[in-house]
């Protein structure tokens, strides 16, 4: 089976690199051999590095929530066991039951279960240790947690919104918390629990969709690289490679990268661009990728690139190459 923590850690690291956190120092600061994690299936991180990489990464991006915002950029397919998951998955509810018990492929610090009720299904994340107060154990939890929230947009094409998120301790950011979980959080006597309907558990998983990922991702490395030194680099990468969510707000990015909407304005403006352009170039290329492919009926490419209306995703390609979609489609 492949080696999921080094996966994990490889993602960690190019989403820190998306950070702006310099990773040479970082993966010097935590004794990782960055040219054998990524040469070798084989190289193994231990549980004292990996609980370091979350403390150095944490303070080098200077944001004590870089794990729920590292949960939030972590596409469906990052991970590969979830595209075994999915091809042996026929509804959401049995996708879920398989990643919780796979989840101790990625950690020993808790364990994953699902329970279900006639209203709601319920995904608990039980700890496996004493030490539940340490950093990395709030981090690596509150990963999951947004990931689990994400997987289930992902397998669905939609943006998913629980009915309750559940955590034992205090947040001091209370509206960024909401913000990204989509609900307000309650605060529990022990349970650490996302809760959602269970109308979804019933939902037919449609594996077109991760092929869709795993084809536009394939596409994305092709033409883009998290090298980028640039702001508008970064944005244009996450953005593409986030793509079957449809492109998030100013708002939405800005707190992703842990700064103000303001302040990404002004930063984008010294590079000569806004952030409506860099979104606009994103989705023209979205809009040709998928057009090209055949396979996606203009209306749902429409929804998908975040038009509400088929005709305001019209007027849009037609402003960007001079004919409609479906011209386009069928040339």
């Known amino acids: 089976m492949e080696n999921s923590r080094r996966r994990f850690v490889l993602n960690l690291i190019a989403y820190a690199t998306l950070r702006d956190i310099p990773v040479i120092q970082l993966c010097r600061l935590t004794g990782i051999d960055l040219a054998a994690l990524k040469a070798s299936d084989s190289y193994t991180i231990s549980n004292r590095q990996l609980d370091e990489l979350w403390q150095e990464a944490s303070q080098l991006a200077d944001d004590p929530l870089f794990g729920l915002h590292f949960g939030e950029s972590l596409q469906l397919s990052a991970l590969g066991i979830v595209g075994e998951i999915i091809k042996t998955s026929d509804t959401v509810g049995m996708a879920v039951e398989k990643a919780a018990a796979l989840s101790h492929l990625l950690t020993d610090l808790f364990r994953v279960v699902i329970t279900s009720s006639r209203t709601t299904f319920t995904v608990g994340f039980l700890p496996q240790t004493e030490r539940t107060d340490t950093f990395s154990f709030r981090q690596t939890l509150e990963l999951f947690m947004v990931f689990v929230v994400h997987e289930l947009d992902g397998l669905l ?88 969510l449809g492109i998030p707000s100013l708002s939405e990015i800005a707190a992703n990268f842990s700064v103000s909407p303001r302040t990404l304005q002004r930063k984008l403006k010294e590079e000569g661009i806004s952030y409506q352009d860099v979104a606009d170039e994103v989705r023209k290329s979205l809009a040709i ?43």
């Open 157 to 244: 094409l939609r943006k998913i919104k629980p009915v309750s998120v559940r955590l034992p301790y205090r947040l001091e950011n209370t509206a960024e918390y909401a913000r990204v979980f989509r609900c307000d959080i309650e605060k529990s006597a022990a349970e650490y629990e996302l809760v959602f309907d269970s109308a979804y558990q019933q939902e037919p998983l449609l594996t077109a969709n991760f092929d869709m990922q795993q084809a536009l991702l394939q596409k994305v490395n092709k033409i883009v690289t998290v090298a980028g030194d640039g702001l508008v680099e970064k944005i244009r990468y996450f953005l593409l490679t986030n793509a079957y």
């Open 289 to 331: 990728h998928y057009l090209e492919e055949g396979g996606y009926p203009v209306k749902e490419i429409s929804y998908m690139l975040g038009y509400n209306e088929l005709s305001a995703f019209t007027r849009a390609f037609k402003r960007w190459t001079g004919r409609t979609p479906v011209s386009f489609q069928k040339e």
